[in-house]
């Protein structure tokens, strides 16, 4: 099996059908990417909160690539197998002013720098009180170029991917993203060690290699699809809810998980937020009893009470 790489260096900030591919390869072969974590090199392993005053954001959720597939062509699907990922040996959240579910209510910078404790598959959130979190690696970007002409942020997700931060997307998982235009032109970056679904998470470097293959037998593949061996393993879990409108319910629930994390488990609310953001799970619960939703903000119990 033929195999590629492309280099940290290779990279762009967003997605735009006219930059020039890093590698060309046939349907079918392998790359590894060598991705710098989201902050493009602003943080490193010795910053603190001060760094993230003078982050430069038009820096950051670089994708490495692109990578041109011959066979593609407009009209077919790219199938990414997820093949390995291997995470740096440190990572970082933050709660950034302005960014976030619940920004008005968390105006002031907090900056986390994790060890990631890779033979054992854990990082500590606070070793004293025994909360560690599980390490499962994905890159929150994976995407192919748009059709249409001119540069795109690679912040938001799109049609055809990108920014999709779906932690479910990992090793042994296949994405499927619709192509459209010649070659593909795929690029993934935005390493994470941990996250929740719709939160922020543990950003660390990563190398992750893929088998890029198109197929042609797939033209209901509007939007990224994805297929996943992933389950929960009769995970206990804790859970919060918010009845009212979407936006309105998925901020309640949050803010009923952090006040919980605070009086069960003596959270700053800084820590309650950020521990929502890197382990807890939003889901829809109830969609059909216009106007309200149910919201569930999930905090899986397996985190607590770790022992050093």
Not at 1 to 9: A, G, T
Not at 46 to 55: C, D, K
Not at 74 to 86: A, F, M, N, R, Y
Not at 143 to 171: F, L
Request: hydrophobic share 35%; net charge negative; proline share 5%.
């Amino acid at each position: 099996m033929s195999i590629h790489s492309v280099r940290r260096e290779q990279c762009h900030l967003a997605w735009d059908n006219s930059i020039p591919p890093a590698i060309r390869i046939k349907s079918g072969q392998t790359v590894t990417f060598d991705c710098v974590d989201a902050s493009n090199g602003q943080i490193d392993a010795s910053s603190t909160v001060a760094t993230l005053g003078s982050l430069v954001f038009s820096r950051l959720d670089q994708v490495n690539g692109p990578v041109y597939v011959e066979e593609a062509q407009p009209g077919d699907t790219l199938q990414v197998d997820v093949l390995s990922i291997e995470t740096g040996e440190w990572g970082w959240s933050a709660l950034i002013p302005g960014f976030g579910l619940l920004a008005d209510e968390f105006p002031e910078p907090e900056l986390k720098i994790w060890k990631l404790n890779k033979d054992e598959g854990f990082a500590w959130f606070n070793e004293a009180k025994g909360i560690k979190i599980p390490l499962r690696p994905f890159a929150g970007e994976m995407g192919v170029a748009r059709g249409v002409k001119g540069s795109y942020s690679t912040i938001p997700p799109y049609n055809t991917g990108g920014n999709i931060d779906t932690k479910h997307v990992t090793v042994g998982s296949t994405l499927f993203l619709p192509i459209e235009v010649e070659g593909a032109l795929f690029s993934t970056g935005d390493g994470h060690a941990a996250q929740d679904d719709g939160g922020t998470a543990i950003e660390t470097s990563i190398q992750v290699t893929v088998r890029l293959t198109i197929r042609n037998d797939r033209p209901y593949t509007k939007t990224p699809h994805f297929s996943t061996t992933a389950s929960d393993k009769d995970e206990e879990y804790y859970c919060t809810t918010g009845v009212d409108s979407g936006s309105t319910a998925t901020m309640s629930a949050v803010r009923h998980m952090i006040d919980f994390l605070c009086t069960e488990h003596q959270l700053k609310r800084t820590e309650a937020y950020m521990l929502c953001s890197v382990a807890g799970d939003l889901r829809l619960h109830e969609v059909v009893d216009m106007p309200n939703y149910v919201v569930g903000m999930m905090m899986p119990q397996s985190i607590f009470g770790g022992s050093s």
